[in-house]
């Protein structure tokens, strides 16, 4: 399944499926770019990050693509399973300004269906 | 465990009321983050410290809410004169800033405090 993450905050996936969501930044001198997932009554959790000088990162079932000619960031999710489920945000920031704020896009909720 | 901590989780008051929220943050980060989450929305930053100095501040953060890192370890958080618009998740997040180019690393978050004013 497939969605854009500010346009289209809901996404529905059977277990097992590859999940894609996809976030547009806002900020085209952000430089380091974060997904975080974030379950119900807990706060925001680390999944992957990128740096701008990349377009591709992977981690464990995880992989970040970057475009910064569109300024479109994507998280694919291997093997959806269950414990997937949650909100998943994309946040950019500066990583050498002289704080690290971030800056969260509105978030795309992934629900997995068994 | 040795994550970021808040303090209370859940807190209910009536408009007008005062309210404080305690952070307790990674022992060895020197960086901690304030942000507001409201429901269906990302968090939005409000203010950051480093060590005990607070080094910015969002607009969001009006004459109502001050926050203080005195010791440069936990921090608080008061809402003066609550209005039914505080109501929000109010988020910690600490990170280790890394000394001479003004980079941070991941940033930790708590499990927020959840304000809801009557």
């Known amino acids: 399944g497939e969605s854009v993450g500010l346009h289209l905050p809901t996404l529905s996936v059977q277990e097992g499926d590859n999940s894609i969501i996809n976030c547009a930044y806002s900020?085209?001198?952000?430089?380091?770019f974060i997904w975080y997932k974030q379950e119900s009554g807990k706060g925001p959790q680390f999944i992957i990050d990128?740096?701008?000088?990349?377009d591709k990162r992977q981690g464990q079932r995880v992989t970040v693509l970057l475009n910064k000619t569109v300024k479109h960031l994507s998280l694919q999710i291997a093997a959806t399973q269950p414990g997937d489920s949650a909100v998943y945000f994309c946040?950019?920031?500066?990583?050498?300004?002289?704080?690290?704020?971030?800056?969260f896009g509105q978030g795309t909720e992934l629900s997995v269906k068994p | 465990d040795t994550g970021v901590s808040q303090d209370p989780r859940h807190k209910i008051t009536k408009r007008g009321q005062n309210v404080t929220f305690r952070c307790d943050p990674i022992?060895?980060?020197?960086?901690l983050y304030w942000y507001r989450q409201t429901l269906g929305q990302g968090p939005e930053f409000l203010t950051y410290?480093?060590?005990?100095?607070?080094?910015?501040k969002s607009r969001l953060l009006s004459d109502r809410f001050s926050a203080e890192r005195p010791k440069g370890s936990f921090s608080t958080l008061e809402i003066q004169r609550t209005e039914q618009g505080d109501s929000a998740m109010y988020l910690c997040?600490?990170?280790?800033?890394?000394?001479?180019?003004?980079?941070?690393?991941?940033?930790?978050f708590g499990p927020g405090t959840r304000l809801t004013v009557l």
């Open positions: 997040a600490s990170s280790l800033a890394w000394a001479g180019q003004g980079g941070d690393g991941e940033q930790f």
């Open positions: 900020n085209s001198a952000s430089d380091y």
């Open positions: 990128i740096r701008s000088n990349m």
């Open positions: 946040a950019e920031r500066f990583i050498y300004n002289q704080g690290g704020k971030l800056i």
């Open positions: 022992s060895e980060h020197n960086r």
């Open positions: 410290f480093q060590n005990e100095a607070q080094l910015e």
